[in-house]
């Protein structure tokens, strides 16, 4: 069984900070790309940073600078640390795990950021 599951989402002020965890079960952890997305009201989903197995970052310019992830293969998690948070940044946040050599894409149910004075 499949599983990944966030946590650590909130209500915070403009310029407060989160970390976002996602455990995963089931899975490889160790060869999969890890992400982090989100979905904001009436917008479509979007990648906001992603991870490879051998530790390369990407991340969308909204949020670099800002945001940063990172990836603990000994206790598969993967994590997203939000700073400077702004109210463009509220959104569902969804982990995703990617194997590419097998063409696998699993995902999480997602956590609620809402940034808001």
């Known amino acids: 069984q499949v599983q990944l599951v966030e946590s650590g989402g909130g209500l915070v002020q403009p310029g407060g900070s989160l970390r976002l965890s996602c455990a995963a079960s089931?899975?490889?952890?160790?060869?999969?790309?890890m992400g982090w997305y989100r979905q904001a009201p009436g917008k479509q989903r979007e990648v906001v940073a992603t991870?490879?197995?051998?530790?390369?970052?990407n991340y969308v310019d909204s949020v670099k600078g800002r945001f940063t992830i990172s990836r603990d293969n000994a206790e598969n998690t993967v994590y997203l640390q939000l700073n400077n948070l702004k109210p463009e940044d509220t959104a569902v946040y969804y982990c995703?795990?990617?194997?590419?050599?097998?063409?696998?894409?699993?995902w999480g149910q997602g956590t609620q950021v809402t940034v808001s004075s």
């Open positions: 995703n795990a990617r194997w590419a050599a097998l063409d696998y894409t699993y």
């Open positions: 089931g899975i490889i952890f160790s060869v999969h790309t």
């Open positions: 991870i490879t197995s051998g530790g390369t970052t």
